[in-house]
């Protein structure tokens, strides 16, 4: 709506165009709007609304110049109208709790008490201070009210920290429920959030309980996800460092002495790991001695199923390595069986709505236009598709995800699936054969569509948007609401992508 709204003019378009760039941590560029908002406004509500989105702004980033701003915010309030009021109370409290915390808090009448992303923020400090003083169960209690309330206007960022607070207060004496608040922190976040906005504070937690709860295959998969993630900090880097050198296309592991230690020490004697192991003790012997320089990935398999009670989070890489790709092995075949029960309709949806869920598919090997297409038309004949599949474990990766993803990606697919389930049968298969014969580059950008179209849908703004002729005719010819198209096609910035977008539509 912001891009739909910048070919007007007015210092409330420099408020919008200030804010899409705050959305983005772009604040340097949103602070240049405001600056030539103020220079432009014409009224005191404008004016205050630009202060309080420069005050936002300015707390973000750890400016020290906001004391004047608030006192000039506070002395002009009964200037503004009651709307444009509530917004810049709700910049004040915001602004209070980061910077002098909830005992500072002060709430102006039942007009702001009544807002209720305002009460949610307050609400929010609260349950920071009481786990703090060591209420936890109150503090998450608080925070389930405020995830409820946030879902209900929606407000995403509200939802997304209410649920990863209380997972991480939870984490250490409820570390089962903790963990399902973090990964539906992490649906939503997937759900509302482009890759670029994601954040890896969100992610950090998930990871944690699933290091504590010994989710092995979920922490390589967090981590895989993260090293995606632009400028990611050293304190992230060093934590997911045991997972970033996973490699499932190697079978051949140098015999170090970290690892030659370790098989040593899940015996009492050469006979016993021998025994345990079902490898001929010579064999053994001059694996632990050193001499033998390289092992194989099947030894390696022998030697973690004799083994028992280890942390898998503290063994050598090799065993580490062999322990993912046996886990992606195992949850590939139970993905298999599960998708056997689908009708071909299902499959289908499934294959392109998790191919379109996908982050950073460039060298993906069902991205090919051949690859992919011979991946999709083997859904039919279940029997092939499994052993197509399994010849890579990428493509296992892919499988897996069709049934059961990591939280981020469900959430990618289901705002998807909002608009692919719309489709009937015949133009969904049609919609697909078009898609396949998109290049990658095109093929994204139509993904991102779909994404926005299913995340706005449903979502009322008070004000009709208006497009192209050629995105309602694509709407109409696929059975997609017009409104919900509309707004996804405006969420792209540049207007050359928006061109580009248009092409798309007509061509698919």
Request: no cysteine.
């Given at each position: 709506m912001v891009n739909f709204l910048?070919?007007?003019?007015?210092?409330?378009c420099f408020y919008l165009k200030a804010r899409l760039l705050s959305w983005r941590n772009e604040y340097d560029r949103a602070l240049y709007e405001i600056e030539k908002g103020l220079k432009t406004a014409d009224s005191t509500r404008a004016e205050y609304l630009l202060y309080a989105l420069k005050l936002s702004l300015l707390s973000k980033t750890g400016a020290k110049q906001t004391d004047k701003m608030i006192v000039k915010l506070k002395k002009g309030l009964h200037r503004i109208p009651p709307i444009a009021r509530k917004l810049i109370i709700s910049t004040i409290l915001n602004h209070t709790i980061r910077s002098c915390g909830v005992e500072k808090i002060r709430i102006w009448g039942k007009l702001y008490e009544n807002d209720l992303a305002t009460w949610c923020a307050v609400q929010i400090a609260f349950a920071r201070k009481l786990y703090r003083t060591g209420d936890i169960n109150k503090?998450?209690?608080l925070l389930l009210n405020v995830y409820k309330t946030a879902r209900r206007l929606p407000n995403p960022s509200q939802m997304i920290s209410a649920l990863n607070n209380a997972a991480w207060y939870l984490k250490k004496d409820h570390p089962y429920w903790a963990l399902k608040m973090s990964r539906q922190s992490v649906y939503w976040m997937g759900w509302?959030?482009?890759w670029e906005e994601a954040s890896a504070n969100i992610f950090d937690t998930l990871l944690e309980l699933q290091i504590l709860s010994h989710d092995n295959f979920g922490a390589f998969i967090i981590t895989m996800l993260m090293l995606k993630m632009r400028d990611l900090n050293g304190s992230y880097m060093k934590k997911i460092q045991i997972w970033k050198d996973i490699t499932l296309g190697i079978s051949m592991y140098r015999n170090t002495r970290r690892l030659r230690r370790w098989i040593g020490s899940i015996g009492n004697s050469m006979s016993d790991i021998s025994r345990k192991t079902g490898i001929d003790r010579k064999v053994l012997t001059k694996i632990i001695s050193g001499e033998v320089r390289n092992i194989k990935g099947e030894t390696i398999r022998k030697i973690i199923r004799g083994s028992r009670n280890f942390d898998v989070f503290k063994t050598p890489y090799p065993i580490y390595n062999e322990?993912?790709?046996?886990d992606i092995e195992k949850r590939f075949e139970e993905a298999i069986e599960s998708l056997r029960q689908l009708?071909?309709?299902?499959?289908?949806?499934?294959?392109?709505s998790t191919y379109m869920a996908q982050i950073k598919r460039d060298k993906f090997y069902l991205s090919r236009k051949d690859k992919f297409k011979e991946a999709y038309e083997m859904l039919g004949e279940i029997g092939k598709f499994e052993r197509y599949m399994f010849k890579r474990y990428e493509t296992m990766e892919f499988m897996i995800d069709m049934m059961r993803a990591h939280p981020y990606i469900e959430g990618r697919k289901a705002v998807v699936?909002?608009?692919?389930?719309?489709?009937?049968?015949?133009k969904k298969?049609?919609?697909i054969h078009g898609y396949i014969e998109l290049d990658e580059h095109d093929r994204r950008l139509l993904d991102r569509f779909f994404r926005n179209y299913g995340r706005y849908d449903g979502i009322r703004f008070g004000v009709r948007i208006d497009g192209p002729e050629r995105v309602r005719s694509f709407a109409k010819r696929y059975r997609l609401k017009i409104q919900p198209c509309f707004i996804a096609y405006w969420c792209e910035e540049d207007g050359r992508i928006r061109r580009k977008l248009e092409r798309i539509l007509e061509i698919i």
């Open positions: 910048q070919f007007f003019t007015g210092p409330e503090s998450v209690r509302y959030k482009e322990l993912v790709k046996i009708p071909l309709s299902e499959r289908q949806t499934l294959f392109i699936r909002k608009a692919i389930d719309r489709m009937k049968k015949k298969e049609d919609f």
